[in-house]
C-alpha cells in the first residue's frame, strides 16, 4: 500500500525568470478552479447553512481535518505513521483548560489568551517533540506500537491523576476569549475561526512540503540511508517533522476545546486517536486535501448515522459498526483513500477516447 | 547466559545483588525497621504474587501475539478483540454447562478458527503490506469490539472460579512472626496460582517446541526465509497457518483467564492488545523469553505501582517502556531491529 | 565542468597540503567469524584517483562501507583529511568532502531528478531545515541545474526517477556525487550495466573531474579502472594483496593468475 505522498510540481528551473518573465502565470492563476469554487462555497456558508451545519458539521470538520493533517504530513511526506496527534491535540486542549479559565475553578489558573494560548501550543508541540525522539528510532509498525502505547499511558494518566487533569471529569466551561468584541463561540464567527486556522494549516502543509525541509523529508522517506549520504541528520530531521506536526495538532486540540467547551479523558482516548487514523487513511495519504475530505466524510456520517440507522430499523448506537465496516472496505479496495479513487477516475477518464473525435488523450 | 555476564560483568553483578535483595525480601521475616518503611509485609508479598500472576496473564496473550508478529511479521491488532470474544465466549460455555474447565477447548477451537479465517482472508492477500495489515486488523478490532457491544452489552461479566480451584492456599512464604514464635504464611488465591502454573508450563513448552523440535525449526527457518523456504517442498504455508491459528487460541482462553481474575467488558480488549504492545517492546519482538520477561516485568511494574503509588502507576509502566526504547529499542531480548 | 572549479579556495589550498585525504590504519571487520576486511592500510593523497580491485567478496564494499561510515570498523582508524572519523556517523563525513556512488542506484524514487539534485546541494549547505522555498534566483538551484546538464540528464530534469532508464539513473547517481564541494568520491562500480558507448562517457566524466577532487573507483571492468586511475590497490580476502601503477598491476604475475586469468581465490 503506497502512502507516498507526491507533490505535484517540481522545482522551478532556474533560469525560469529569464527565459519567460511575463509569460509565466502568478502563482494564484495556478491553483485549480475547483479549489476556487470550493472556498467561494466555505466563505459564503454562513448565508445559507443553519447553525447546526456550521458549528458541528464543518466546525468539527476542520478541527478533525486539522489533526489528522497533522498525521498526514509525517505519514505521506514522512513515512512514519504516528498515533500520538489526538494525544498531542488532547494535551493542548487541557492546557488551555488548566491556564485559562474554566469551570474548575479549583484547578484552572485564569490566565489571560495571550498568556495560556502560546504556553498551550508551545507545550504540546514540546510533548510531541519528545515523543518523536522515542518514535523515530522505530520504523513502520513498530513506530504505530510505541505511539499508541504512549497514547494510552496519556489517556490512563489524565484518567487517574486528580490534581492537574482533574481526573475523570475533566474541565468544563472553557470559552473562547472575547476578542474584537466578538464571541469567538457564537456558530458563525467560529465558523470562520475554525476555517481559518484550517487554511492557514493546509498551506503550511503544502507550501513545506516543496520547501528543503520538506523536501527532504520525502527523501528521507524514500531512502533514509542515501539522505545521510548526502549529508542530512536524518534522525534529526524527522524529530523536527514531529515537531512541525505536532505544532499543527496542538491549534487542532486548542479549536477542539473551544468547541466543545469542555475536555475529558475521553477527548483523547483510544478510540478516538484510531479514529483520526481512520479519517486519513480514508481521505487519502497522499495530498494535503485528504484528511479534510476523510473528516467530512466521518462527521457526516457520525451526525446522520443514527438517524439512517433508525430509519432502517435498526439500532442508532451501531454506526460505530458502520464506520468500521466502512473503513475495512476503504483499505480493502481503495488503500489510497477516496483520493486514490479520485486519482484513479481520473487516469481512467484521460485513457478514454474523446466522445467527439474518437482520439484518446 | 554465561555470555551475558562475560560481557557485561558489572551489570550482572547488580542484577544478582537485586535479586538476593528481593529473595531476602520475599523469603526472610522482616526486621521491624523494614515493616515501617515499607508496610506490613503481606501488603507486599499480595503486591509481588498479583504481579507475578497478573504477568503469566499477559504472558498468555502477548506470547500469541509476539509469535505471529515476531515469526511471520503479520500485525494481528485485533488481538485484543480475539482476547475479548474468547472471554465472553467462555462466559457463555461456563455460564450453560456449569463447567469451567470445558471452556477452554472449545474457545480454544473457536478463536483458532477466526484466526485461521483471518490469515485467509487478510494476510495471505496482503502479504508484505504491514501497513494495509495493520489497517485492516483496526478495522476489524473496531467492528468485532461494536458487534460484542450490541451483544453482551456494556456491563462487566465475571467467570466463577469453578469449586475444586476457589478459596486461598496457604504458601511457604513467611509474612510474620507471631509472638509465639510461629510464622504466620501467606495466604493467597489458589486459582491464581494454578493459572501461574499453567502459563509456565506452557511457556515451557512453547520454548521447547520452537527451539528443540523439527517443526520449530522448520517455523524459524521459515521466518528468516520465507519463499526459499517455500520453494524446498515442505509444507510451510501449513505450519504457518497452524502458528496463527495456535497464537489466536492462546488469546481466546487468556480471556477466559482474565474472565476468572478480573472481568471482562468492553475496553478490556484494547487494553491488553496495549498490553501486549508493551509486553513485546519491552521484552522484544518475535522471542518466548522476552514475552515472559516482558510480562513479568510488566506485571509486576503496573501491581507495584498500583500498591505503593496508585495514581502514578501507569506512569510508571510507561518510564519502564521509554526507558527500554530509549537504550535498548529492539527490546531486552530482540534482535537488532 | 565550472560548478566544480567554484569549490571555495580553502578546499583547493588543502588539497595541496601534506595531509592525506584518506587514511585507514589497521581496518578490520568482522561478521561473526568471518573477516570481511583484515587489517587494512592504504593511503589516499588529495586529488589522487585510486581504483582499488578484487574478486567477489574481497571485500571491497565492505571497505568502503567503513569509509563512509554505514558499518564501524572491528577495530584500526580511519582519518579523513587529518580528522580521525572512525566513530562519526555517515553525515557527518559527508559534511567534510566525502561523497559516494552506489553499486545498486539508491534513488528517491518518488522525487523528480531536480528535486534530487537540489536536496544533495541542500545536504552540505548551512539551511538544510529551510521551512522557505527557494527563490527563483536560489544560487543552489543554478548550481543544482549546471550539475544535471554536466551529466546530460537537463531533458529528463522535471521526471521523477522512478521514470528513468537505468542508464539515466547511473547518471543521476554521479550527479549527486557531485553536488557541494567533494573532495574526495568514492565510485562504486560506476560502469556495472552500462552499454559501451555510455562506459566510454563515465570514463570521460571521471578523467575530466578538476584535479583537486580525489575518488577511489570499484570496478570489474579492469579497461575502465585501469584508464582513469593512477594508482591501484587490489584486495583478496579482505586483504591489501599489492598496490602498484597500473601498468604495474597490469603485468604482475602473482595478479594475473589470480584475477585476470587464473581461478578465483
Given at each position: ?361 | ?337 | ?103 545498486i542506484s539508491l534513488l528517491f524514487p518518488g522525487l523528480s531528478v531536480a528535486d534530487s539534485v537540489y536536496l544533495a546541494c541542500r545536504g552540505v549547505s548551512r539551511w538544510r531545515y529551510s521551512l522557505l522555498r527557494p527563490r527563483a534566483g536560489d544560487p543552489l538551484l543554478a548550481r543544482a541545474d549546471e550539475l544535471i546538464e554536466a551529466v546530460h540528464l537537463t531533458p529528463a530534469r522535471d521526471r521523477l526517477v522512478c521514470e528513468l532508464s537505468y542508464g539515466q539513473q547511473r547518471q543521476l547517481e554521479i550527479a549527486l556525487a557531485l553536488a557541494g564541494a567533494p573532495r574526495l568520491i568514492l565510485f562504486d562500480e560506476p560502469a556495472a550495466g552500462l552499454s559501451p558507448a555510455e562506459r566510454r562517457e563515465l570514463v570521460e566524466i571521471l578523467t575530466n573531474l578538476p584535479r583537486h577532487i580525489g575518488f577511489v573507483i570499484i570496478e570489474h571492468d579492469m579497461d575502465v579502472a585501469l584508464r582513469v586511475a593512477e594508482s591501484v590497490t587490489m584486495l583478496h580476502n579482505g586483504r591489501v594483496f599489492k598496490e602498484g601503477a597500473p601498468g604495474e598491476i597490469e603485468d604482475d604475475p602473482e595478479v594475473q593468475a589470480l584475477y585476470l586469468g587464473g581461478a578465483h581465490g
Amino acid at each position: 500500500m503506497a502512502v507516498a505522498a507526491r507533490t505535484r510540481s517540481t522545482l522551478p528551473a532556474s533560469n525560469a525568470s529569464v527565459a519567460a518573465p511575463a509569460l509565466a502565470p502568478p502563482w494564484f492563476a495556478r491553483i485549480p478552479a475547483g479549489l476556487w469554487l470550493a472556498a467561494a462555497v466555505l466563505l459564503t456558508m454562513p448565508a445559507y447553512a443553519n447553525t447546526f451545519i456550521l458549528f458541528q458539521v464543518f466546525g468539527w470538520t476542520f478541527i478533525l481535518g486539522i489533526i489528522s493533517l497533522s498525521l498526514m504530513f509525517l505519514a505521506g511526506y514522512g513515512g512514519m505513521v504516528s498515533l500520538i496527534q489526538m494525544t498531542v491535540a488532547g494535551l493542548a486542549g487541557y492546557m488551555v483548560a488548566i491556564l485559562g479559565p474554566s469551570g474548575t475553578d479549583q484547578i484552572s489558573l485564569g490566565l489571560s489568551w495571550w498568556i495560556y494560548l502560546p504556553v498551550a501550543l508551545a507545550v504540546a508541540t514540546l510533548f510531541g517533540t519528545l515523543v518523536g525522539t522515542l518514535a523515530v528510532r522505530t520504523e513502520g509498525i513498530y513506530t504505530i506500537m510505541i505511539t499508541l502505547a504512549i497514547a494510552s499511558a496519556f489517556f490512563y494518566f489524565t484518567r487517574q491523576n486528580y490534581t492537574i487533569f482533574n481526573g475523570y471529569n475533566g474541565f468544563t466551561l472553557v470559552r473562547p476569549p472575547e476578542l474584537f468584541g466578538i464571541d469567538w463561540r457564537q456558530p458563525v464567527p467560529f465558523y470562520y475561526l475554525a476555517l481559518g486556522c484550517a487554511a492557514l494549516c493546509y498551506g503550511a502543509v503544502v507550501y513545506v512540503s516543496r520547501a528543503p525541509f520538506g523536501l527532504a523529508l520525502q527523501g528521507i522517506r524514500d531512502n533514509a540511508r542515501r539522505m545521510a549520504a548526502l549529508g542530512y541528520n536524518v534522525t534529526a530531521h524527522r524529530i523536527l517533522a514531529y515537531s512541525f506536526a505536532s505544532a499543527l495538532a496542538a491549534i487542532g486540540g486548542v479549536l477542539l476545546v473551544w468547541q466543545n467547551g469542555q475536555i475529558a479523558p475521553g477527548t483523547a482516548g483510544i478510540p478516538a486517536v484510531i479514529d483520526i487514523l481512520v479519517i486519513a487513511v480514508v481521505g487519502g495519504l497522499r495530498r494535503p486535501i485528504g484528511p479534510f475530505i476523510g473528516a467530512l466524510i466521518y462527521v457526516v456520517l457520525s451526525s446522520f448515522a443514527p438517524d439512517i440507522l433508525t430509519a432502517f430499523g435498526l439500532e442508532p448506537d451501531r454506526f460505530k459498526l458502520i464506520v468500521g465496516l466502512g473503513f475495512l472496505a476503504a483499505v480493502f479496495f481503495s488503500p489510497d483513500g477516496v483520493l486514490g479513487l479520485w486519482d484513479r477516475w481520473q487516469a481512467s477518464r484521460a485513457r478514454r477516447a474523446d466522445p467527439l473525435t474518437g482520439r484518446t488523450r | 547466559m554465561t555470555a551475558f555476564v562475560q560481557r557485561r560483568p558489572i551489570a550482572s553483578l547488580l542484577i544478582a545483588v537485586l535479586v538476593a535483595f528481593l529473595a531476602w525480601l520475599i523469603l526472610a521475616p522482616w526486621p521491624p525497621g523494614v515493616t515501617a518503611v515499607m508496610g506490613p509485609k503481606r501488603v507486599f508479598l499480595a503486591a509481588i504474587l498479583s504481579g507475578v500472576t497478573l504477568g503469566a496473564l499477559y504472558f498468555l496473550v502477548a506470547s500469541g501475539f509476539t509469535l505471529i508478529f515476531g515469526l511471520m511479521r503479520n500485525v494481528n491488532l485485533a488481538h485484543g478483540s480475539l482476547y475479548l470474544l474468547g472471554g465472553y465466549l467462555g462466559f457463555e460455555v461456563a455460564d450453560r454447562t456449569g463447567s469451567w474447565l470445558l471452556a477452554f477447548p472449545i474457545v480454544f477451537i473457536a478463536t483458532a478458527l477466526i484466526g485461521i479465517v483471518l490469515q485467509y482472508v487478510v494476510f495471505r492477500r496482503m502479504e508484505g503490506e504491514e501497513l494495509r495489515q495493520t489497517l485492516v486488523t483496526i478495522g476489524l478490532s473496531i467492528v468485532l469490539a461494536d458487534l460484542m457491544l450490541a451483544i453482551w452489552g456494556g456491563r462487566s461479566y465475571q467467570i466463577l472460579t469453578p469449586d475444586f480451584l476457589a478459596g486461598p492456599m496457604e504458601l511457604p512464604l513467611v509474612t510474620a512472626v507471631r509472638p509465639n514464635g510461629d510464622y504466620v504464611y501467606l495466604r493467597y488465591p489458589r486459582v491464581r496460582i494454578w493459572i501461574l502454573i499453567a502459563a509456565i508450563v506452557l511457556g515451557l513448552a512453547m520454548w521447547f517446541v520452537i527451539n528443540r523440535t523439527r517443526i520449530g525449526m522448520l517455523i524459524r527457518a521459515g521466518v528468516d526465509d520465507r519463499e526459499m523456504l517455500a520453494a524446498s517442498g515442505l509444507p510451510v504455508q501449513a505450519v504457518f497457518v497452524a502458528v496463527f491459528a495456535f497464537g489466536a487460541g492462546l488469546a481466546g482462553i487468556a480471556g477466559i483467564v482474565g474472565g476468572t481474575f478480573q472481568s471482562l467488558s468492553p475496553g478490556e480488549d484494547t487494553r491488553f492488545l496495549l498490553a501486549s504492545l508493551v509486553v513485546v517492546i519491552v521484552g522484544g519482538m518475535g522471542s518466548i523469553t522476552g514475552a515472559a520477561l516482558g510480562a513479568l516485568i510488566v506485571g509486576l511494574t503496573e501491581q507495584i505501582g498500583l500498591t505503593y503509588a496508585p495514581t502514578y502507576s501507569v506512569v510508571f509502566t510507561f518510564l519502564l517502556m521509554a526507558a527500554v526504547l530509549a537504550f535498548r529499542p529492539q527490546g531486552l531480548m530482540g534482535r537488532r531491529l | 565542468m565550472n560548478v566544480l572549479e567554484s569549490a571555495p579556495p580553502s578546499t583547493r589550498l588543502a588539497s595541496v597540503g601534506a595531509t592525506n585525504a584518506l587514511e585507514l590504519r589497521g581496518v578490520t571487520r568482522m561478521f561473526g567469524a568471518l573477516a570481511a576486511i583484515a587489517d587494512v592500510t592504504l593511503t589516499v593523497r588529495p586529488g589522487e584517483r585510486r581504483a582499488v580491485l578484487g574478486s567477489n567478496g574481497a571485500g571491497k564494499t565492505t571497505l568502503f562501507n567503513c569509509i563512509t561510515g554505514d558499518i564501524l570498523p572491528t577495530s584500526g582508524t580511519i582519518r579523513l583529511f587529518g580528522e580521525d572519523v572512525t566513530r562519526f556517523p555517515p553525515y557527518e563525513r559527508i559534511r567534510r568532502g566525502l561523497r559516494r556512488t552506489y553499486q545498486i542506484s539508491l534513488l528517491f524514487p518518488g522525487l523528480s531528478v531536480a528535486d534530487s539534485v537540489y536536496l544533495a546541494c541542500r545536504g552540505v549547505s548551512r539551511w538544510r531545515y529551510s521551512l522557505l522555498r527557494p527563490r527563483a534566483g536560489d544560487p543552489l538551484l543554478a548550481r543544482a541545474d549546471e550539475l544535471i546538464e554536466a551529466v546530460h540528464l537537463t531533458p529528463a530534469r522535471d521526471r521523477l526517477v522512478c521514470e528513468l532508464s537505468y542508464g539515466q539513473q547511473r547518471q543521476l547517481e554521479i550527479a549527486l556525487a557531485l553536488a557541494g564541494a567533494p573532495r574526495l568520491i568514492l565510485f562504486d562500480e560506476p560502469a556495472a550495466g552500462l552499454s559501451p558507448a555510455e562506459r566510454r562517457e563515465l570514463v570521460e566524466i571521471l578523467t575530466n573531474l578538476p584535479r583537486h577532487i580525489g575518488f577511489v573507483i570499484i570496478e570489474h571492468d579492469m579497461d575502465v579502472a585501469l584508464r582513469v586511475a593512477e594508482s591501484v590497490t587490489m584486495l583478496h580476502n579482505g586483504r591489501v594483496f599489492k598496490e602498484g601503477a597500473p601498468g604495474e598491476i597490469e603485468d604482475d604475475p602473482e595478479v594475473q593468475a589470480l584475477y585476470l586469468g587464473g581461478a578465483h581465490g
